[in-house]
């Protein structure tokens, strides 16, 4: 029954993307479409539409558990959830020939017939979920994530043009273009050119646009195209001017200069399938320029502030990273992420954690000396950049790990059988540099600065719910940090307290710090 139900469910939602796909050839509401890919260029074709179609001014989307889990805040009562496709792959049983792993061929029984055996296969499938806007939540105030505007100091747009220039297929060279053009991309001479003495602003647009020309419509020696497959330049236009639009839009290049009127006519004489592959090659290759150019922009960054010549570099427009101690901790698996559209807080809580063990290994090694571990200036150096969740959870993944080891003390052991870590990719974070004598001592410390708080992630409280949209939503596992964070002050906030405390003292002789030992 609830297979049927959710065939119904998938079957209605293509056929709405299928007359959606016939209404969106309109100027305004291409644009609108284009705009929201902006935002979600790492979403299918598909989901994108129908993001556009049922909340086009949405800017960051997470299903309902995910934004109590991860975000510390929650959907607002009577908001309508964005309908779109999560994967839901299932196991089946097949029969096939069985192959004989030497020869690789099919083996044969007595009568010369091919043997057969069952195997299990996994068949692709979809199915309807809803995530919400955070427009539609209400909570802790998230971290700024957005990327920064390219309407600052000139760096900003040297930057831009430089990676800009490492993204283009081509060369990219300055001319004087007779005829008012602003630029183009000669596939006889394969490079692009741009009209000299222009505003920087729109140096970049133009350049933007010929890389898109450049990267969608190059054709290489050796490739060989039928004459009837080869798009008509008003649809190589309608391309490249939608990637161009698109890419704008994603770095807050102003773009009120597009202008799509022409879009229904292009469109009028096209079949469905046509206009969705055009849809689907403008909404990848923005996807990839705009993937590209971060990842570009942001060597760039790190390459100047690496150099000791360069001393005006604050401005380089770059995608603002929050702090690690800003990143929530993730706790689900890989596959959950990308059906629920949470990648993006897969990946940063991943990275944090392995960042967080290499933290914990280097502040015991370098607070290990003449056989003593100052433990308390080590985990103070650690707490400095990471949340104590994140600590936590890092090191409870390690002594998990480690039980069989007899050097983690047993009552370590039940305090990290207490906490839920996600198994998958959890070896990358395991602290295992360092001895796990001096780890122990560390985890002993860490405890003593906060056995109240540890004590309240461990065994969280849970919040009713009867929303509809998560009826069949797991049970919510770790949110108490919003809660501690009201009754107690972090961890940083004590350290700070107590240090600006103990200057105002001023004893007459300094007293050092009781450091736990251990010989190794």
């Not at 090191?395 to 906490?419: C, M, P, S």
Request: glycine residues 4%; aromatic residues 8%.
């Amino acid at each position: 029954m609830a297979e049927n139900k959710n065939a119904q469910q998938v079957r209605e939602i293509t056929d709405k993307l299928e007359q959606g796909i016939k209404e969106l050839f309109e100027s305004e509401k291409f644009k609108e479409y284009l705009t929201t890919m902006s935002k979600f260029y790492n979403y299918s074709f598909n989901n994108t539409l129908l993001i556009a179609m049922q909340k086009p001014d949405a800017t960051l989307i997470a299903g309902y558990t995910s934004w109590q889990r991860n975000f510390d805040r929650h959907v607002m009562k009577g908001e309508k959830g964005i309908k779109i496709l999560a994967p839901a792959p299932y196991k089946a049983q097949e029969e096939r020939e069985k192959i004989d792993p030497a020869t690789q061929k099919p083996m044969l029984d007595a009568d010369g017939k091919p043997v057969t055996e069952t195997v299990e296969v996994m068949r692709p499938a979809f199915k309807v979920v809803s995530v919400f806007d955070v427009s539609q939540t209400d909570g802790k105030e998230l971290p700024d994530i957005t990327v920064d505007e390219l309407t600052g100091s000139v760096e900003n747009y040297a930057a831009f043009f430089e990676a800009l220039k490492q993204e283009s297929p081509v060369p990219i060279s300055f001319e004087d273009i007779p005829g008012g053009a602003k630029g183009y991309f000669s596939h006889a001479e394969n490079r692009i050119a741009i009209q000299e003495g222009m505003s920087e602003i729109q140096t970049v647009k133009t350049a933007i646009h010929e890389i898109a020309h450049a990267k969608l419509h190059a054709i290489k020696p050796d490739e060989k195209v039928a004459p009837e497959e080869r798009k008509d330049r008003h649809t190589k236009e309608v391309e490249a001017e939608s990637v161009a639009y698109t890419v704008c839009q994603r770095y807050g290049i102003e773009t009120s200069d597009y202008s799509f009127g022409y879009i229904a006519g292009w469109s009028s004489d096209k079949e469905t399938k046509e206009l969705k592959g055009s849809l689907e090659t403008i909404r990848s290759t923005a996807a990839e320029m705009i993937e590209s150019i971060d990842a570009k922009l942001k060597e760039l960054v790190t390459r100047r502030e690496q150099s000791a010549e360069v001393t005006q570099e604050a401005e380089v427009a770059e995608i603002s990273q929050p702090s690690y101690h800003d990143i929530p901790v993730y706790r689900e698996t890989a596959n959950y992420a990308y059906e629920a559209g949470e990648m993006d807080a897969y990946r940063a809580s991943r990275d944090a954690n392995m960042a967080c063990k290499e933290a914990i290994e280097a502040a015991i090694s370098e607070n290990y000396v003449d056989y003593r571990l100052s433990t308390r200036v080590a985990v103070e150096t650690v707490l400095e950049q990471f949340s104590e969740e994140r600590v936590q959870y890092v090191l409870a993944n390690t002594v998990q790990h480690n039980l069989h080891d007899g050097r983690y003390h047993a009552e370590n052991k039940d305090w990290a059988g207490k906490i839920s870590v996600c198994e998958e990719n959890s070896e990358f974070f395991i602290v295992s540099q360092v001895h796990p004598g001096l780890v122990n001592l560390f985890i002993n410390q860490f405890k003593d600065l906060l056995p109240d708080k540890v004590q309240e992630q461990i065994e969280p409280a849970s919040p009713p719910t009867s929303d509809p949209e998560k009826a069949d939503a797991p049970k919510q596992r770790h949110t108490s940090k919003a809660k501690t964070d009201q009754e107690k002050p972090s961890i940083r906030d004590q350290l700070k307290a107590a240090k600006a405390q103990s200057e105002k003292k001023a004893p007459t002789q300094e007293k050092k710090p009781k450091s736990k030992e251990m010989e190794i």
